[in-house]
T-cell receptor, first 115, second 118 residues
Framework: EPEVTQTPSHQVTQMGQEVILRCVPI?????FYWYRQILGQKVEFLVS????????KSEIFDDQFSVERPDGSNFTLKIRSTKLEDSAMYFC?????????????FGPGTRLLVL | AQSVTQPDIHITVSEGASLELRCNYS??????LFWYVQSPGQGLQLLLK??????LVQGIKGFEAEFKRSQSSFNLRKPSVHWSDAAEYFC????????????????FGKGTHLIIQP
């Protein structure tokens, strides 16, 4: 069964450093998402992406975040200058179409620790 | 803004016993409702979803959920749990808020950690 994959599974970085989290969505999917979950808190929507541009973004997704689809398979989340509060599990998801009738398939997550 | 509450952080159930995980949402209109499960090291897997119609929804792995508008609830149930059901369970709500053809994010609850006793 096709699945969303994410790399790395864990990342440790120093505050102020840039990190790039990578995702490979399911191959025929057109919509891509990033979510995050700070330890002990809710899974929160960050951003959605379609046709090489951001579709929706939450108030969390500020200027230090960016997303990109650099090639036909990868979807990345970049955090420009990490802060301690960016420590979280980051989930990538993809869906074939748009709207909630289309299931969002999630990857296993990348656990980011900012020191 | 919409919100989702899962009042139970942890639930312990004996193998073979029935299970009910609670979920309450806050939203003015009928939302789109989901239950996801996350096993250790795995992504979030969709168990079931509700959009409209029959308020009792059947999902995978023997799970079902019932939408009760009067109680703003969407509780997940299973008549007999198996040890493999031990996982984190997330309730989520989707609200159509897009404009210009964008895609929409889900709002999740904090999750309920299910422990299965032998």
């Amino acid at each position: 069964e096709p699945e969303v994959t994410q790399t790395p599974s864990h990342q440790v970085t120093q505050m102020g450093q840039e990190v790039i989290l990578r995702c490979v969505p399911i191959s025929n999917h057109l919509y891509f998402y990033w979510y995050r979950q700070i330890l002990g808190q809710k899974v929160e929507f960050l951003v959605s992406f379609y046709n090489n541009e951001i579709s929706e973004k939450s108030e969390i997704f500020d200027d230090q975040f960016s997303v990109e689809r650099p090639d036909g398979s990868n979807f990345t989340l970049k955090i420009r200058s990490t802060k301690l509060e960016d420590s979280a599990m980051y989930f990538c998801a993809s869906s074939e179409g748009r709207g909630y009738q289309e299931t969002q398939y999630f990857g296993p997550g990348t656990r980011l620790l900012v020191l | 803004a919409q919100s989702v509450t899962q009042p139970d952080i942890h639930i312990t159930v004996s193998e073979g016993a029935s299970l009910e995980l609670r979920c309450n949402y806050s939203y003015g209109a009928t939302p789109y409702l989901f239950w996801y499960v996350q096993s250790p090291g795995q992504g979030l897997q969709l168990l079931l979803k509700y959009f409209s119609g029959d308020t009792l929804v059947q999902g995978i792995k023997g799970f079902e959920a019932e939408f009760k508008r009067s109680q703003s609830s969407f509780n997940l149930r299973k008549p007999s749990v198996h040890w493999s059901d031990a996982a984190e369970y997330f309730c989520a709500v989707g609200v159509m808020m897009y404009s210009g053809g964008g895609a929409d994010g889900l709002t999740f609850g904090k999750g309920t950690h299910l422990i299965i006793q032998p």
